[in-house]
């Protein structure tokens, strides 16, 4: 079995790619120390499997509030990423979501309908 960590970026907010790659990380670093604390199998099998992530898009703040609310809802680690509002976006913007790490089949019924960025 194949373990990821996905993470579904905003594409309404026209950020830059270098934001966008800060939002990311932001979300993957959250999502894999999260799941070391409250799911260390996951988390294991991830990480010697690779750390394999995937970045997809979606268009507004509400999809990324309802994949949150679906990841919650299975029992898989997730983290919204609020933005501080320093740079690009006003304070306390959305900007992603990460899912994972978790297996790929129960990643995927959250995210496995969204295109890759």
């Known amino acids: 079995m194949e373990y990821k960590l996905v993470i579904v970026v ?15 990380a ?3 670093v959250n999502c894999a120390l999260k799941a070391k604390k409250s799911d260390s199998s996951n988390f ?16 507004n703040e509400s999809t990324l509030r309802e994949l949150q609310q679906h990841a919650r809802d299975v029992g898989l680690t997730s983290s919204l990423v609020i933005d501080a509002g320093l740079t690009e976006v006003p304070p306390s913007t959305i900007t992603c979501l990460g899912v994972g790490p978790a297996s790929e089949s129960q990643v995927d019924e959250i995210t496995g309908t969204y295109s890759l960025f």
Do not use: E
Request: proline content about 0%.
């Open 44 to 59: 294991n099998k991830w990480f010697s499997d690779g750390q394999k992530k995937v970045v997809v898009k979606c268009q």
């Open 26 to 28: 932001h979300a993957a």
């Open 10 to 24: 905003r594409t309404d907010l026209g950020i830059s790619k270098g934001k966008m790659a800060a939002q990311v």
